[in-house]
């Protein structure tokens, strides 16, 4: 990997950066929000808990499922050949259930990253618009692709908002990472010295000490180069690991009928998106939906800030990722904090209180 001269923190500073904020927090919230459908609950709760969160800005990240389509096709191959190989592959699952609805793995289309960008960035502003909230000023677009070296970071309005909040205020900028890093990666590479000013705070991947190879986390396994300089670049970083840990975070469609459906604008159109309109159920040929629950991921960046309590964690040393993606520790390398676990009720509950007395939230949000 190049070597970029990103400043280094004392020990003691960086300890410091790791620990929960006091007050209100100074939030960038960075989304692929219309990859499925956790970015938009995890938007809506943030937008609703003006008395934790100082929303600064929303930028769109790329995204796109593009990365299976050679091993979705290999495993159509291999299951027509009747070949002997892993047939309980996740890539074989899928193309088993693609199968049953008579689709064909050529017959699926992705969305390339510049196309999940702009849709993420429309689905940002209709979030905003279900919760009558204004968004002029504040969502910006981000890279219309994903890094392919530490030479060439990629200026997009996202990165260079990032870069000037992180310059203004004389607090923290807490970037919370719901998709893949592109544009917090480029935005450290562009200006290395906001490592001083901003904490990210991103979920993705395994427990830092799993033996599990991180290439499933759609989130980490996009731009692994940004997602390496996260944890490489020794920025102050909250890691929320989705597997195992965010992973609780479960919602069935009963829940959903008492506590969500009906509770404004937002409210219902989280209904419809968990009901009809969750673009993954599609994708994966997912049946029997209404019996199954489905994870919010991304739930636990908003729930860490709003309680640390909510989302227990520890301090340890940053990982690296080696070439196949797997963990390497080093004990020499610089701190990072650790979720190991989330109190899913008490999120959950927060999040249909402020649902249920939106009308008060909004009140105190416009003034």
């Not at 480029?186 to 904490?199: G, R, Y």
């Not at 890691?239 to 008492?258: C, D, F, R, W």
């Not at 390497?328 to 979720?339: F, G, P, S, T």
Request: hydrophobic share 40%; glycine share 4%.
């Amino acid at each position: 990997m190049t070597k970029i001269n990103f400043p280094k923190l004392s020990k003691e500073k960086l300890n410091e950066r790791l620990q929960h904020p006091e007050g209100i927090a100074r939030i960038i919230i960075d989304t692929d929000a219309a990859n499925e459908i956790d970015d938009q609950f995890a938007l809506a709760w943030a937008i609703l808990s003006p008395e934790k969160l100082k929303i600064e800005g929303v930028t769109a990240e790329p995204f796109s499922f593009a990365h299976h389509q050679k091993e979705l096709l290999e495993a159509e191959k291999n299951l027509s050949k009747k070949e002997n190989h892993d047939k309980s592959s996740f890539a074989s699952e899928w193309v088993k259930r693609l199968h049953k609805k008579g689709i064909n793995a050529e017959d699926l289309k992705f969305v390339d990253p510049k196309e999940g960008m702009e849709l993420s960035y429309q689905e940002i502003l209709n979030i905003y618009d279900k919760l009558s909230i204004p968004h002029e000023g504040k969502v910006y677009r981000g890279s219309n692709s994903y890094l392919e070296s530490l030479e060439s970071p990629i200026k997009s309005d996202a990165s260079e908002m990032i870069i000037d909040l992180a310059k203004s205020g004389n607090k923290p900028l807490y970037i919370l990472g719901i998709g893949c890093p592109t544009n917090i990666a480029s935005a450290l590479l562009l200006a290395p010295e906001i490592v001083n000013d901003i904490v990210v705070v991103w979920t993705s991947a395994y427990p830092s000490i799993s033996p599990h190879c991180n290439a499933a986390s759609l989130n980490l396994v996009q731009d692994p180069i940004s997602s390496r300089l996260i944890f490489d670049s020794g920025v102050p970083h909250v890691y929320l690991p989705g597997y195992h840990v965010g992973a609780q975070l479960t919602i069935s469609e009963p829940e959903m009928k008492n506590f969500v459906k009906g509770k404004g604008d937002i409210g219902d159109y989280l209904y419809f998106l968990y009901t009809e309109n969750n673009p993954l159920h599609k994708k994966f040929a997912i049946e029997d939906t209404h019996r199954r629950t489905w994870v919010v991921w991304d739930l636990i960046n908003i729930a860490w800030l709003l309680n640390p309590d909510w989302v227990p964690s520890f301090l340890t040393t940053s990982r690296f990722l080696d070439d196949n993606l797997y963990w390497k520790k080093n004990d020499q390398r610089h701190l990072m904090r650790e979720a190991y676990n989330v109190k899913r009720d008490e999120i959950f509950i927060d999040l249909y209180n402020k649902l249920d007395k939106i009308k008060i939230v909004k009140k105190e949000i416009g003034k």
